[in-house]
């Protein structure tokens, strides 16, 4: 069980506001915190399961994820109205990655293969089904659903006669249809896709992450980074504004991340306390984790743009995603067992 020590008013302190690093940019306007109470909601779990996790929203108060029970596997799982909906069983690291306000589910079945083989699925008629993909394929990874249906993502294998990766659209319209994309950028990797088609990379060497940035219309705009940062990784986009983290290093040669985000104009803020933000909407947001070294444990850090908000739950509190209806969702321990429970945090004032 992690520690439930906060850093105290060290931490209160550091977390008052964002630091702007953005060169010959004008000062952040200030946004007032507003320091939510944040209430949390169970969401049922399927018969012969004991323990669920949300994953994703349709923004529209339905939400998604996982749960299993004895034998270990994940059963895919939707909650919306009171109904919860159950997709059937997937494998032991299935993940949800994604759903679409008409309320498709999309996600990925990693199999215990050797040789690096997932299976990418949609839901329809009440079931997941196998994205088509083709022959001598191995992978498949859908990494997001638009509102029409269609589903980004791509394949990997023996295509053509060349292993390679190509990414891939499957159309909503057309379930058992796919097509290629236009590559990415060399050592692109898309980590999301925001309402206006914008792409999220990360550019990764052989040394891992080197740049981030947007692709649109085929023009990549790579995004700016923090003086003296080793690495910078992106992981979520919604109205223009990206969040990720920077990792750096101190005189001492240790190495420490923050949490950061971009806004529309491109200006990079720090999230002071923080050690990554991972999920914004499209209101401005933002989850992020606290640090751990310097607060003794991971919190839920949440944020309005660059000003903190507050911490949501407990050290044990797991939360994943922001919807564009402001709410938080992810999962709480289940007291006395190892299990957790898929719960939704509104704001109470």
Known sequence: MRSRVLGGAALSVALLSGVLYAPAATAAPAVAAVGCVWQASALPLPAGTTSGTVSVTDDQGGYAGTAQGADGKRRVVAWKNGTTTDYGTGTVRTVVVGQNPAGTVIGVNPSG???PS???WRTRN???E?????PGTYVSTPRAIKDNGDIIGWVWGNIDGV???????WPGGQPDKFEALPALPQDGVLVGIDDDGTMLLNFNGSQGTYAVGLLRDGVTTYLPTVPGATRTIVRDISNGRVVGDVTRQDSAGKYYSDGVMWDR???LHLLPGTSSAESINRNGLIKAS???GANYSYYNSIWRLWTFDSILGDADSN????GNDETISGSQPIPNTTNTRPTVWRCGQ
Not at 163 to 169: G, L, S
């Open 113 to 115: 293969s050797t040789l």
């Open 118 to 120: 997932s299976e990418g």
């Open 126 to 128: 009440g079931k997941m």
């Open 130 to 134: 196998p994205l088509p993909k083709p």
């Open 163 to 169: 292993y390679q990766t190509i990414q891939v659209r």
């Open 265 to 267: 104009d491109r200006s």
């Open 290 to 292: 606290s640090d751990e």
């Open 319 to 322: 939360a994943y995603v922001v």
